[in-house]
Protein backbone atom coordinates (compact mmCIF):
# COMPACT_ATOMS: atom_id res chain seq x y z
CA UNK A 1 0.00 0.00 0.00
CA UNK A 2 1.44 3.21 -1.04
CA UNK A 3 0.28 6.12 1.93
CA UNK A 4 1.72 8.96 0.43
CA UNK A 5 3.70 10.34 -3.25
CA UNK A 6 5.99 13.98 -2.81
CA UNK A 7 6.70 15.13 -5.86
CA UNK A 8 6.51 17.74 -8.40
CA UNK A 9 3.39 18.13 -10.77
CA UNK A 10 3.60 17.65 -13.80
CA UNK A 11 0.60 17.76 -15.16
CA UNK A 12 -3.32 18.92 -14.03
CA UNK A 13 -5.84 17.31 -15.73
CA UNK A 14 -9.66 17.52 -15.35
CA UNK A 15 -9.94 14.86 -12.57
CA UNK A 16 -6.47 13.62 -11.56
CA UNK A 17 -2.75 15.11 -11.75
CA UNK A 18 0.54 13.84 -13.01
CA UNK A 19 3.19 13.59 -10.09
CA UNK A 20 6.75 13.17 -11.27
CA UNK A 21 8.72 10.86 -8.56
CA UNK A 22 12.26 9.85 -9.18
CA UNK A 23 11.83 9.83 -13.00
CA UNK A 24 9.00 7.61 -12.23
CA UNK A 25 4.99 9.61 -13.03
CA UNK A 26 2.08 8.67 -11.15
CA UNK A 27 -1.01 8.81 -12.59
CA UNK A 28 -3.33 10.10 -9.66
CA UNK A 29 -7.07 10.98 -9.89
CA UNK A 30 -8.03 13.55 -7.44
CA UNK A 31 -10.61 16.12 -6.03
CA UNK A 32 -11.21 19.50 -7.40
CA UNK A 33 -10.58 20.72 -3.63
CA UNK A 34 -6.90 19.64 -4.29
CA UNK A 35 -6.86 20.33 -7.97
CA UNK A 36 -7.90 24.17 -6.90
CA UNK A 37 -5.00 24.12 -4.56
CA UNK A 38 -1.61 23.14 -6.88
CA UNK A 39 -0.23 23.77 -9.86
CA UNK A 40 1.84 22.59 -12.14
CA UNK A 41 5.66 22.93 -11.59
CA UNK A 42 4.70 22.72 -7.74
CA UNK A 43 6.59 19.70 -5.80
CA UNK A 44 3.88 18.48 -3.38
CA UNK A 45 2.85 15.85 -1.02
CA UNK A 46 -0.11 13.73 -1.74
CA UNK A 47 -1.76 11.18 0.44
CA UNK A 48 -2.47 8.63 -1.33
CA UNK A 49 -5.12 5.03 -1.53
CA UNK A 50 -4.27 2.29 -3.40
CA UNK A 51 -7.52 1.11 -5.42
CA UNK A 52 -6.98 -2.66 -6.28
CA UNK A 53 -9.67 -4.97 -8.62
CA UNK A 54 -8.47 -8.22 -10.75
CA UNK A 55 -9.46 -5.29 -13.96
CA UNK A 56 -7.35 -1.94 -12.50
CA UNK A 57 -4.94 -1.07 -10.26
CA UNK A 58 -5.84 2.62 -9.56
CA UNK A 59 -4.31 5.77 -7.36
CA UNK A 60 -6.56 8.05 -5.72
CA UNK A 61 -4.34 11.59 -3.87
CA UNK A 62 -5.00 14.28 -1.71
CA UNK A 63 -3.25 16.96 -0.29
CA UNK A 64 -5.30 17.14 3.33
CA UNK A 65 -5.83 14.58 5.69
CA UNK A 66 -9.54 15.65 6.03
CA UNK A 67 -10.01 14.98 2.46
CA UNK A 68 -8.34 11.48 1.89
CA UNK A 69 -9.96 10.37 5.90
CA UNK A 70 -13.49 11.15 4.45
CA UNK A 71 -12.54 9.71 1.24
CA UNK A 72 -11.77 6.81 2.66
CA UNK A 73 -15.40 6.39 4.75
CA UNK A 74 -17.36 7.43 1.56
CA UNK A 75 -16.22 4.43 0.09
CA UNK A 76 -16.65 2.52 3.18
CA UNK A 77 -20.51 2.24 2.21
CA UNK A 78 -21.59 -0.61 0.67
CA UNK A 79 -21.94 0.55 -3.38
CA UNK A 80 -19.72 3.40 -3.50
CA UNK A 81 -16.66 3.05 -5.51
CA UNK A 82 -13.69 5.09 -5.64
CA UNK A 83 -15.12 7.21 -8.55
CA UNK A 84 -18.18 7.92 -6.80
CA UNK A 85 -16.18 8.98 -3.44
CA UNK A 86 -14.06 11.68 -5.44
CA UNK A 87 -17.58 13.04 -7.24
CA UNK A 88 -19.34 13.82 -3.53
CA UNK A 89 -15.42 15.56 -2.61
CA UNK A 90 -15.24 17.01 -6.21
CA UNK A 91 -18.64 18.57 -5.79
CA UNK A 92 -18.71 20.19 -1.89
CA UNK A 93 -15.63 20.94 0.60
CA UNK A 94 -15.27 18.10 3.38
CA UNK A 95 -16.80 19.92 5.91
CA UNK A 96 -19.62 20.56 3.67
CA UNK A 97 -19.95 16.90 3.55
CA UNK A 98 -19.95 16.26 6.94
CA UNK A 99 -22.19 19.09 7.69
CA UNK A 100 -24.85 17.43 4.93
CA UNK A 101 -24.15 13.58 6.50
CA UNK A 102 -25.15 15.35 9.57
CA UNK A 103 -28.34 17.22 8.81
CA UNK A 104 -29.36 14.00 7.23
CA UNK A 105 -29.42 16.06 3.77
CA UNK A 106 -29.54 13.25 1.18
CA UNK A 107 -31.28 15.72 -1.52
CA UNK A 108 -28.10 17.89 -1.64
CA UNK A 109 -25.62 14.90 -1.07
CA UNK A 110 -27.61 13.67 -4.45
CA UNK A 111 -26.23 16.62 -6.35
CA UNK A 112 -23.25 14.72 -6.96
CA UNK A 113 -22.85 13.04 -10.48
CA UNK A 114 -23.37 9.66 -9.70
CA UNK A 115 -25.07 9.52 -6.34
CA UNK A 116 -28.81 8.91 -6.40
CA UNK A 117 -31.24 9.46 -3.71
CA UNK A 118 -30.93 5.86 -2.32
CA UNK A 119 -27.13 6.20 -2.31
CA UNK A 120 -27.42 9.66 -0.99
CA UNK A 121 -29.61 7.76 2.07
CA UNK A 122 -27.11 4.81 2.49
CA UNK A 123 -24.10 7.06 2.78
CA UNK A 124 -25.91 9.23 5.42
CA UNK A 125 -26.94 6.40 7.68
CA UNK A 126 -24.01 4.63 7.44
CA UNK A 127 -22.02 7.92 8.34
CA UNK A 128 -23.79 9.96 10.58
CA UNK A 129 -21.96 8.25 13.69
CA UNK A 130 -18.22 8.31 11.90
CA UNK A 131 -18.12 12.11 10.65
CA UNK A 132 -18.26 14.05 13.76
CA UNK A 133 -20.80 16.43 15.00
CA UNK A 134 -22.28 19.69 13.98
CA UNK A 135 -20.70 21.37 16.55
CA UNK A 136 -17.25 20.06 16.02
CA UNK A 137 -17.68 21.61 12.75
CA UNK A 138 -16.88 24.98 14.74
CA UNK A 139 -18.27 26.43 11.46
CA UNK A 140 -18.17 30.34 12.20
CA UNK A 141 -20.95 33.01 10.64
CA UNK A 142 -18.17 33.45 8.02
CA UNK A 143 -17.78 29.72 7.42
CA UNK A 144 -21.57 28.99 7.24
CA UNK A 145 -21.64 32.21 4.18
CA UNK A 146 -18.63 29.55 2.97
CA UNK A 147 -21.18 26.65 2.82
CA UNK A 148 -23.74 27.82 1.12
CA UNK A 149 -21.97 29.59 -1.82
CA UNK A 150 -20.30 25.78 -1.91
CA UNK A 151 -23.90 24.41 -2.14
CA UNK A 152 -24.50 27.18 -5.36
CA UNK A 153 -21.76 26.39 -6.54
CA UNK A 154 -22.39 22.62 -6.37
CA UNK A 155 -25.82 23.49 -8.46
CA UNK A 156 -24.57 26.29 -10.58
CA UNK A 157 -21.45 23.89 -11.47
CA UNK A 158 -24.12 20.78 -12.61
CA UNK A 159 -26.22 23.54 -14.69
CA UNK A 160 -22.98 24.00 -16.60
CA UNK A 161 -21.70 20.81 -17.37
CA UNK A 162 -25.64 19.54 -18.42
CA UNK A 163 -25.18 22.25 -20.90
CA UNK A 164 -21.77 20.79 -22.07
CA UNK A 165 -18.72 22.36 -20.56
CA UNK A 166 -16.06 20.00 -19.00
CA UNK A 167 -16.20 20.45 -14.86
CA UNK A 168 -12.65 21.39 -14.60
CA UNK A 169 -12.96 24.57 -17.28
CA UNK A 170 -16.68 25.34 -15.12
CA UNK A 171 -15.93 25.31 -12.14
CA UNK A 172 -12.27 27.28 -12.27
CA UNK A 173 -15.01 29.45 -14.57
CA UNK A 174 -17.35 29.96 -11.08
CA UNK A 175 -14.19 30.31 -8.79
CA UNK A 176 -13.71 33.59 -10.27
CA UNK A 177 -17.26 35.15 -10.19
CA UNK A 178 -18.77 37.33 -7.61
CA UNK A 179 -22.08 35.90 -6.27
CA UNK A 180 -23.14 38.78 -4.59
CA UNK A 181 -26.32 39.87 -5.74
CA UNK A 182 -26.57 37.80 -8.79
CA UNK A 183 -29.45 35.43 -9.65
CA UNK A 184 -28.55 31.87 -10.75
CA UNK A 185 -29.07 32.76 -14.31
CA UNK A 186 -27.18 35.71 -14.74
CA UNK A 187 -24.19 33.80 -13.00
CA UNK A 188 -24.64 31.05 -15.67
CA UNK A 189 -24.95 33.99 -18.32
CA UNK A 190 -21.53 35.27 -17.35
CA UNK A 191 -19.78 31.83 -16.90
CA UNK A 192 -20.86 31.16 -20.28
CA UNK A 193 -19.17 34.57 -21.85
CA UNK A 194 -16.09 33.47 -19.16
CA UNK A 195 -15.99 30.09 -20.76
CA UNK A 196 -16.45 31.13 -24.17
CA UNK A 197 -13.59 33.95 -24.18
CA UNK A 198 -11.22 30.90 -22.88
CA UNK A 199 -11.60 28.73 -25.78
Same mark, same amino acid.
Given at each position: ?67 ? $? ?81 ? $? ?32 ? $???? $? ?9
Amino acid at each position: MISFIRGEIIKKGLDYIILDNNDIGYYINTSFSTLNKVREGERVLLQTYMHIREDIIALYGFLTTDEI $ELFRKLISVNGVGPKAGLSVLSTYEHNTIREIILKNDAERMSKAPGIGKKTASKIILELKDKVGSLDSLGTSAEEMSSLIIDS $ESSDLLNALTALGFNSYEAKKTLDKIDFNGKTEN $EIIK $EALKNINRQV
